[in-house]
């Protein structure tokens, strides 16, 4: 399957083959499948998101008892290694620079 460049904003979630805004955090080159299971990432980061947000209006329950921000945490890692493996030379050495790989 024939790869195309993307541009991935990790902020925002966003995958995009327009440039277009701040967008272009991140450039990668990937098949139709790799962007759907990059994008399956996102989606489930964002749930977790959300489910944090609701949780943090509830006072007795400690973040650091929360699953969906473990959950958020584990994704947001997922990401950014397959952005990095996806990634142009430019994406892989800035991923490298910001350390959050360096766990695995």
Do not use: C
């Not at 083959?17 to 450039?27: A, H, L, P, R």
């Not at 998101?49 to 007795?60: I, K, N, Q, S």
Request: net charge negative; aromatic share 12%.
């Amino acid at each position: 399957m024939e790869k195309k460049k993307y541009f991935v904003n990790i902020g925002t979630l966003e995958i995009s083959q327009m440039e277009y805004g701040n967008n272009k955090d991140f450039t990668i080159y990937a098949t139709g499948e790799e962007v759907y299971h990059l994008r399956e990432i996102m989606n489930e980061m964002y749930d977790s998101d959300m489910r944090g947000f609701w949780r943090a209006h509830v006072p007795y329950v400690p973040y650091h008892n929360d699953k969906s921000n473990d959950t958020y945490d584990d994704g947001i890692v997922e990401a950014f290694q397959m952005i990095h493996d996806l990634g142009d030379e430019t994406t892989k050495e800035h991923i490298e620079t910001m350390g959050v790989l360096d766990n695995k």
